[in-house]
């Protein structure tokens, strides 16, 4: 069995800030994670991903997340908030059967002048 | 390039009417999926398809049927629409990877009055 953790359904932080989304897994056996984002009336897309190659992950836009065996998380994290930030991140994991991922709840990030 | 479309985009249906969701996706991808998106829930897995023929149940497939037409269409059915089915629903596609990213269309917004 697998699941997923967001700590906090909404985030608001300052342009220019660190952002700081929290993410915890249970999984029974080595996972794949993953954090999507969501902008308004929109899908979802793919920020970046754990594979197991290397426990510090960059994505797009500035954003990376490192995996903690030790603590079951994936903290996603960008140095210095934007404006076009704004939007619905979540944490997703699979135990490795393909594309079904567990996603978390989502949280949604707000970002002010 | 039109990734994954998804039609219609915002339906009104009385309680117990029925409809269908189409999809289509143009990546040449095996795995297809629905998902349903509701609020503090993240994003529930309905059905999938691991390839042109197939389809397996995920968490959430009661009072859904779906029809994996070809390669390129995954079609999911409400035979009789009930409130709980409110949702905005999510096709995505992917290679059959457990790494795969998932590319999502845009949503359809169902309403069930």
């Known amino acids: 069995a697998q699941s997923v953790t967001q700590l906090g359904s909404h985030v608001s932080v300052s342009e220019g800030a660190l952002v700081l989304l929290r993410c915890n897994y249970s999984?029974?056996?080595?996972?794949?994670l993953f954090w999507y984002v969501q902008y308004p009336n929109q899908g979802l897309q793919l920020l970046l991903k754990?594979?197991?190659?290397?426990?510090l992950v960059k994505g797009i836009n500035g954003f990376e997340a490192e995996f903690k065996k030790s603590e079951t998380s994936f903290h996603l994290t960008k140095p210095s908030a934007h404006m076009s930030d704004a939007a619905e991140y979540f944490c997703?994991?699979?135990?490795?059967?393909?594309?079904?991922?567990?996603f978390g709840a989502g949280t949604q990030v707000v970002v002010t002048p | 390039n039109a990734g994954v479309t998804q039609t219609p985009k915002f339906q009104v249906l009385k309680t117990g009417q029925s409809m269908t969701l189409q999809c289509a996706q143009d990546?040449?991808?095996?795995?297809m999926y629905w998902y349903r998106q509701d609020p503090g829930m993240g994003l529930r897995l309905i059905y999938y398809?691991?390839?042109?023929?197939?389809?397996d149940k995920g968490e959430v497939p009661n009072g859904y049927n779906v029809s994996r037409l070809n390669k390129r269409e995954f079609s999911l059915r409400l035979e009789s629409a009930a409130p709980s089915q409110t949702s905005v629903y999510f096709c995505?596609?992917?290679?059959?990877?457990?790494?795969?990213?998932?590319?999502f269309g845009e949503g359809s917004r169902l309403t069930v009055l």
């Open positions: 995505a596609s992917s290679e059959t990877s457990p790494t795969g990213e998932l590319f």
């Open positions: 990546m040449n991808h095996n795995s």
């Open positions: 999984s029974s056996v080595p996972p794949y």
């Open positions: 754990y594979t197991s190659a290397a426990t």
């Open positions: 398809s691991a390839s042109e023929g197939t389809t």
């Open positions: 997703a994991v699979t135990s490795g059967s393909w594309g079904k991922l567990q």
